[in-house]
């Protein structure tokens, strides 16, 4: 990564040329917070929260030393913008060179762009060439990159002209990761932070020493409250069948179904039952016999049934 110097940040701080030596870890990326070196003998030192590429993060102010803390903020990608002067030439031929020339220089840089082409536009002010810087080493090209066109030395050859970047038209934009984006936090928000997942790490043991004991007696439970529904339900469909009672199976007939004849050949329905007038005799010829009192003895009950019959 660059080891170019940050500039100090808003106001704080005593004289000096109002730059530093950016702080950096074993392999060459900046620390997430950068602080102005100690100039007094009270120690208090400005500081400020940058994203990977070294540049302070945006709606963030300076703060002193240990009051806060900062979180790496990483850049996704970094989206480039090359402005060259107007090229009297072919739309189509100039589009081709300049893709060429460009592609070149990323090559040689070892550099990847999100787009598979360039996009290259032409306007009446000038040439403009944009793409999108995507890898691990995106920073560190886009860095370079920067670098060229402000000394001059990024130009294509047209014609045998030099057509160098101009640096005012050419900007370069760190896309940053948004779900880190709230990089700073007080110390009492950190201990706070720290108490919280203390506090629940010490419930969550609490509850599982408490609930291993009892995971015995509530298995047991568990079993026994099934069986006593399954109970239940059964004794619930015994008293049911009991009470309605059950059809005979297979019994051959319906409501709408005639009756069966029986087996001796006649029909039930023909027979007369006893005490009343059968069909084809005259109701005078029937003997009349007197009615027999409930004190008339049993015997000649019989003997005036029988001389009646």
Known sequence: MRQT??????????????????ECDHLGRFQPIQCLPAKSSSGQVS????DEAGNQVANTTQFLRGEQTCRLVPVMAVAMTLGFPAMDHAQEQMEKEVRQQVGEILNGLSARTMESTLQVKSRQDGTVLTFTLVGDNKIDVASHLEDM??????????????MPADSTSSKFYHKLDSTH????????????????SLETREILAQALDIEAPYLAIIVVLSVLASILVCGLI?????HRRRTTGTYPKDSGSTLASPPKPSKGGSDKSDVVPRGFPRVG???SDVVQ???????????????RNAEAW
């Open 5 to 22: 110097q940050l500039k100090k940040g808003g106001g704080g701080g005593g004289g000096g040329s109002g730059e530093l030596i950016p």
């Open 47 to 50: 500081c400020w929260c940058v």
């Open 149 to 162: 066109v402000k000394s001059g030395h990024f130009a294509l050859e047209m014609d045998g002209h030099t």
């Open 181 to 196: 984006l709230r990089v700073a936090a007080t110390k009492e928000e950190s201990s706070d932070l720290q108490d919280r």
């Open 234 to 238: 059964i004794g619930l469909v015994l």
């Open 281 to 283: 005799i005259n109701p």
């Open 289 to 303: 016999t007197p009615q027999l009192s409930p004190t008339v003895p049993r015997s000649k009950r019989q003997t």
